[in-house]
């Protein structure tokens, strides 16, 4: 009877995110007569869509025992960057050159992959803390952002015609009443479940978060593991950088600023332990639906921003006791599976 009440445990902790949702759609559906109009849930998608992307990324970087909080001043930056091209165009040796739209995403995108670059080499070269590294390189991304333009916004992100560079706009655009970032984040949903679930590469991650020594000994290159774990990292800030700005008209060096904290919410509400080793893309993909609905039903209920972030902070903790739990339980119950073998 006991070995059935822990398996019962074990099922609903696995599965406490997507029930956690369930409820919390019934909660804000009660709460606010709106909530489940077309408009509200074209909203939440949206959000859920920018805070995912961060996810999948920080996922990636939970998975391998590390932590990555400059991914909200790369949103500002990468966002500050893109405008500046746009709208000042790059000038060297006195002429001034204008790029596509298409080549202005390649390369913040590519700026978002050297960012995580260099955090993953100071992590794994230098030895210094991650949680150290990127809290240098946040404060690093967030002035830079705010010097490209002196603290000013970009307020014409629409591109000009003559010069070749309009389109930007469509990223924050609905396609078929659906938010383009919903596509992106699906695509990219697809493209890091195959990468963790599908590739050997993927075992190296889970491998070198759950027990880098062994890792190593097993012949994977653990700091080339860790530091491609930075650069996917670094490359959906990038896009999100991208798609607020699109989705605002305007690029603002204080865009990004706390997502954070919304990226490894949801990564941990998605079940990836904070220590490393474990972790799913369909669980984040999960946990990042929770965060957008808990942030925008709590808006429209009228809960004062303070007390949001205080629920916030109080989530977080919530999960990462929750998943010490599970895996105490797990322990638990695979010592017990040992000595009944005998």
């Not at 970087?61 to 790059?90: F, P, Y």
């Not at 389109?167 to 695509?187: D, M």
């Amino acid at each position: 009877m006991k070995k059935d009440n822990n398996q019962l445990i074990m099922t609903l902790l696995k599965g406490r995110t997507f029930i956690v949702l369930i409820l919390l759609v019934i909660f804000f559906s009660f709460a606010s007569s709106s909530f489940l109009s077309v408009n509200t849930l074209t909203m939440v998608a949206k959000h859920v869509a920018l805070y995912g992307i961060l996810a999948l990324g920080m996922t990636f970087v939970i998975i391998t025992g590390g932590i990555d909080l400059s991914v909200g001043s790369v949103v500002g930056l990468v966002g500050m960057l893109a405008g500046g091209l746009i709208q000042e165009g790059l000038t060297i040796g006195g002429k001034t050159i204008y790029f596509t739209v298409p080549a202005i995403i390649v390369l913040m995108l590519c700026m978002g992959c050297l960012i995580g670059l260099v955090n993953g080499l100071i992590i794994t070269k230098l030895n210094v803390a991650a949680f150290i590294t990127t809290l240098g390189t946040m404060y690093i991304c967030r002035g830079l952002a705010n010097l490209r333009s002196g603290g000013a916004t970009f307020p014409n992100i629409g591109g000009f015609a003559g010069l070749g560079n309009v389109g930007l706009k469509y990223l924050g655009a609905n396609w078929f009443g659906i938010p383009a970032g919903v596509y992106i984040f699906a695509a990219l949903s697809i493209l890091a479940a195959l990468l963790l679930n599908r590739t050997p590469t993927g075992w190296h991650f889970l491998a070198v978060g759950g027990n880098e020594k062994s890792a190593k000994l097993s012949g994977i290159k653990a700091d080339q593991v860790k530091i491609m774990a930075y650069i996917i990292s670094g490359f959906c800030a990038a896009w999100i950088g991208l798609i607020n700005t699109a989705q605002l008209s305007a690029a603002h060096p204080a865009s990004g600023d706390g997502w954070e904290m919304n990226a490894i919410a949801a990564t941990v509400l998605g079940g990836t332990s904070m220590s490393g080793g474990s972790g799913t893309i369909i669980g984040t993909i999960v946990g990042a639906f929770v965060i957008g609905v808990i942030n925008d039903g709590m808006t429209m209920c009228g809960v004062s921003e303070f007390w949001q972030k205080i629920i916030r902070g109080a989530v977080i903790i919530l999960a990462v006791v929750i998943d010490q739990t599970q895996r105490n339980l797990q322990a638990k119950m695979a010592l017990q599976a040992r000595n009944e073998s005998k």
